[in-house]
């Protein structure tokens, strides 16, 4: 027989608030000891394979004003479109660079600023291969579960145009919410919140 779990309640939820950036950030906070450098603040070394770049991401409230205490995660494929995960059944994934970064807002500029490598084409579940792009993970003050969301890149029109999540989206007009603009070697990215512009959020 089944037991009964009514005794047990859910949580009430909280905002991620100012302690997110202590917990996991700490040397940008200016503690000292905890890390040697913060989790996910590199994510290239001289061996990584690919072509490096710079991504330049704001998180914008309603407003269009940055948010200051934002802090983001990236997930990513490899230049050649692999995961270092024991599902990956294509090929080893370069050893040099490890998908997965963080990075606190600015707290002048509420720039969030990541060097990577461009990351290859992945494939979707029935086989299409997915647009390169990049997966992000935004908490801030106000937010009570973590947005998720995608970078696509501005260069990579053909196969933007291929993407099977991109095509999946009810309203082509949002698309472009989720293109970062190439300027020299970075891409510039703003998540829009809130308002016309609001940025196509995931539901994981």
Same mark, same amino acid.
Not at 2 to 5: C, K, R
Not at 60 to 70: E, F, H, K, V
Not at 154 to 159: G, L, M, Q, R
């Given at each position: 027989m089944?037991?009964?779990?009514d005794?047990?309640?859910?949580?009430?939820?909280q905002?991620?608030?100012p302690y997110v950036?202590?917990?996991?950030?700490? $040397?940008f *906070?200016?503690?000292g000891?905890?890390?040697?450098?913060?989790?996910?603040?590199?994510?290239? $070394?001289?061996?990584?394979?690919?072509?490096r !770049?710079?991504?330049?991401? +704001?998180v914008?409230?309603?407003?269009?004003?940055?948010?200051?205490?934002?802090l983001?995660?990236?997930?990513q494929?490899?230049? $050649?479109? /692999?995961?270092n995960?024991?599902?990956e059944?294509?090929?080893a994934?370069?050893?040099?660079?490890? +998908?997965?970064?963080? *990075?606190?807002?600015?707290?002048?500029?509420?720039? *969030?600023?990541?060097q990577?490598i461009?990351p290859?084409r992945?494939p979707?579940?029935? =086989? +299409?291969?997915?647009?390169?792009?990049?997966?992000?993970?935004?908490?801030?003050? =106000?937010? $009570?579960?973590? /947005?998720?969301?995608r970078?696509?890149f501005?260069?990579?029109?053909?196969?933007n145009a291929?993407?099977? !999540?991109l095509?999946?989206?009810?309203?082509?007009? +949002?698309?472009p919410t989720l293109?970062?603009?190439?300027?020299?070697?970075?891409?510039i990215f703003?998540?829009?919140?809130?308002g016309?512009?609001e940025?196509?959020?995931?539901?994981?």
């Open positions: 089944t037991q009964s779990l005794r047990l309640k859910e949580s009430p939820s905002t991620a608030g950036h202590i917990g996991l950030t700490p $040397n *906070c200016g503690i000891g905890v890390y040697p450098a913060d989790l996910g603040a590199s994510m290239v $070394n001289d061996k990584t394979k690919g072509e !770049i710079g991504l330049e991401i +704001r914008l409230d309603g407003t269009g004003t940055p948010l200051r205490d934002a983001i995660e990236i997930w494929a490899d230049a $050649n479109g /692999l995961y995960s024991p599902a059944l294509r090929g994934a370069d050893p040099d660079f490890p +998908r997965w970064g963080r *990075c606190p807002s600015d707290m002048e500029t509420g720039l *969030c600023t990541f990577t461009k290859g992945v979707f579940r029935d =086989g +299409r291969l997915m647009a390169p792009h990049v997966s992000l993970w935004i908490v801030a003050r =106000g937010i $009570n579960i973590g /947005l998720h969301t970078l696509y501005s260069d990579e029109a053909k196969a291929e993407d099977p !999540i095509a999946r989206i009810e309203h082509p007009v +949002r698309v293109i970062a603009e190439r300027k020299g070697d970075s891409y703003d998540v829009h919140l809130q016309e512009k940025t196509v959020f995931f539901d994981s």
